[in-house]
Every structure is written in C-alpha cells, then in structure tokens.
C-alpha cells in the first residue's frame, strides 16, 4: 500500500472514531482557553453538504466563477459573500479578521476559520467603519470576532468600529505575540489538543495558502523550532506531521525534529513532506498528496501575492477541494493537477491582472 494511501487511511480512521460535530466549535467558546476546540483532519471533509454550483462560460466552454473586486479588500468582501451563499444566506457564526497589508499572522488563520464557521475578511485599515458594519450586520447575535495579530497588523480602530457597530466588545478576541511565530503560537495555543499539525515557512505565503485548504492546524517555522514551539507541540499531544515545502522552506533541522517527535510516538507518530521544485510544483504535490485523484473543484489563487488566497480558503472547505497557485504564465502545474485529479470547475481569486482569463482556459484544457 502506498506511504501516502496509508497516511490518509489511518487518519481517517482515527477521525471516525473521534469526530466531533463541526459545530463543536461554537459550544467550545465558553472556554476562553480553546475557543477552536479539538484538530481533525478528514481530507476532503467538506463543512456542509452544499454542492458546488458552477457557471459555465459558453464562449469558451470552461467552468469556473471569477471572484474579483476593484482591490483585495473589496474581493476579501466577495468571497464572504460566496460563503454566505453556500450557508444558504445564514449567518457566520463567526469572524476572522487579518491584515490585508501582509501575510505573516494571518498564514494560520484558515483552521480556526474551519472550526469557528466563518470567513477569513481582510481588514482595509481606511474602510473600517463599512467593515464592521458589514460584519455585525451578517454575523450571529453570539459570534465571535476573532483578530490576527497586534495593532500594526489590524489597527486598534478597527475594534473601536466594531463595537460601535454593535458587537459586544467581550465578543472581540485579538490572539497577537511579539512575532509572526508567538502570534501563530497563540492561535494554536486555541486548540484543546492537535492530532495532525501542518508545518509551513514562516517567510513566506505561498506554501502555507496550499495547505490551508484543509483547515487543519498550521505551524510556522523558522530555521528551527524553537523552545515555545516545542512545549506547544508536547503540551496539544501532536503526534503527526505533514510539512509543506522542501528544505529551503522548511529545513531540515526542523524535520529532524519533529521526525523525534513523531518516533516517540511509535506507530502512532507519523511524518511526511510534501514538495516541488518551485510553489507551483508544491502546490500541485500537495493537493495530489490530500486528494489523490479525485476532486471535483478547485480554488486558484495568485501564487505570487498573497491577499486573494487568505480570504479563498475557506471556500476550499465548502468545495472539499484544493487551493492551486498560478498566475497567467505560470500555468503547467495547475493544468496537470486538474487533469490528475479530475477537476471540472471551482473559484479563481482576483482580476485578470494575477490570473487572466486565457490562462484558466490553459489550465482546464481549452482554446480561448
């Protein structure tokens, strides 16, 4: 049986005899301390049995819906609009909040936006006042609104507006350290126990919006892991691994590490890296990784800029299917991953500047 097979196999027997009800998350918020609740991982689990519902393009007989505002924040708006859709117009029973001006706190922002059932909205520090308003106006009584990182991230206006807005100002949690990597710790740190973590570079976007579209826990990393992430990782039990990236991203003192981990754990312990020759390649690696052969849809996001892809994840956990970079030249390994994995449609991310029209019908196999 192949290695990958076995991985998906075992974990997803594990998660049969553990899964808890995806709205767990919600009842978890009475505890200040885990307001995420427990990791799982279920490749391919979507939050809803919602189908996806594609637009056909007759002039040139590929699917996708384009998802495009005149700037990111405007496109961030758009997508929560399409996850509204999905619900059936309900509410988000909660917020995620990020920069929208740089990626590094907001890179873990896609598992809690699984757990929590709600949008991950990038924050336009000159927009905030529409922004909470369009928040309180489409989120639960109860909800949360959960923010990424400190002030220089997402202003400390931007919670003045919200609770002007009318959000209860002990329903706004901002979870920040001193760094990218302490405030990653704290957003981890909102999980009772994490089966399976996720390691990503800290340096950069583009593994890390890869493998968010599984919604699992993701762990940034430098050179090394330090003290705190190593007492995090002992303290939420994690016994597997899957690292995203090769060693210029992820070294390979890091891997030696958490590979110790994994041993300590016999049978149970588990690592694997998935990687290319470039993001593209990776992104391609990884989605075959989760997914194997079968998916029926797709989100494509820009691989070199970040803003689309942090806001599309959570349209990943509707669609149950990967997130692939390109741009409007970069397309071989997007067009070989929807061929391998049988993808008939799904969401492209932004304008025609970051992934042009011509480019998606490359990807999907048609002639412009």
């Not at 760094?179 to 704290?186: E, I, K, M, P, V």
């Not at 071989?332 to 994995?341: F, G, H, I, K, P």
Request: charge should be negative; charged fraction near 20%; proline fraction near 4%.
């Amino acid at each position: 049986m192949k290695l990958k097979r076995f991985f998906v196999l075992f974990i997803c027997i594990m998660m049969v005899m553990t899964m808890m009800p995806l709205t767990a998350a919600a009842e978890d918020q009475a505890d200040p301390d885990h307001p995420f609740g427990v990791s799982e991982w279920v490749p391919g689990m979507t939050p809803a049995s919602t189908q996806f519902a594609t637009t056909r393009e007759a002039s040139t007989g590929y699917v996708f819906d384009r998802i495009a505002g005149k700037n990111r924040f405007e496109t961030s708006l758009l997508i929560a609009d399409k996850w509204l859709w999905f619900a059936d117009g309900d509410s988000f029973e909660n917020v995620i909040l990020v920069s929208g001006m740089d990626f590094p706190d907001a890179l873990g922002a896609s598992g809690p936006a699984y757990d929590l059932y709600g949008p991950i909205i990038l924050a336009d520090p000159n927009n905030m006042t529409n922004l909470a308003e369009y928040i309180e106006t489409n989120m639960a009584e109860d909800g949360f609104v959960y923010i990424m990182g400190g002030n220089g991230a997402v202003p400390a206006e931007m919670e003045t507006e919200l609770v002007k807005a009318g959000i209860s100002k002990e329903n706004i949690v901002r979870l920040k350290g001193k760094d990218r990597y302490q405030t990653n710790l704290a957003v981890l740190d909102g999980y009772s126990s994490i089966n399976t973590l996720v390691v990503c570079s800290g340096k950069d976007y583009a593994d890390a919006l890869s493998a968010s579209a599984i919604g699992e826990p993701i762990l940034l990393v430098g050179d090394t892991l330090t003290d705190e992430q190593l007492a995090l990782i002992a303290d939420k039990g994690t016994s597997k691994f899957l690292i995203v990236g090769g060693t210029g991203a992820v070294s390979s003192e890091v891997e030696a590490q958490l590979q110790a981990i994994a041993n300590s754990y016999g049978s149970n312990g588990f690592l694997h890296r998935v990687s290319g020759k470039n993001r593209y390649e990776t992104s391609k690696a990884f989605a075959e990784f989760v997914w194997e052969d079968d998916s029926e849809s797709a989100v494509f996001a820009c691989g070199n800029n970040f803003p689309d892809g942090l806001s599309g994840a959570t349209l990943c956990f509707w669609l149950g299917g990967p997130m692939i970079l390109a741009t409007s030249t970069a397309t071989s390994a997007a067009a070989e991953c929807v061929q391998n994995l049988h993808i008939e449609g799904g969401f492209v991310l932004g304008g025609t500047s970051l992934i042009s029209d011509e480019a998606m019908c490359t990807i999907f196999g048609f002639e412009d």
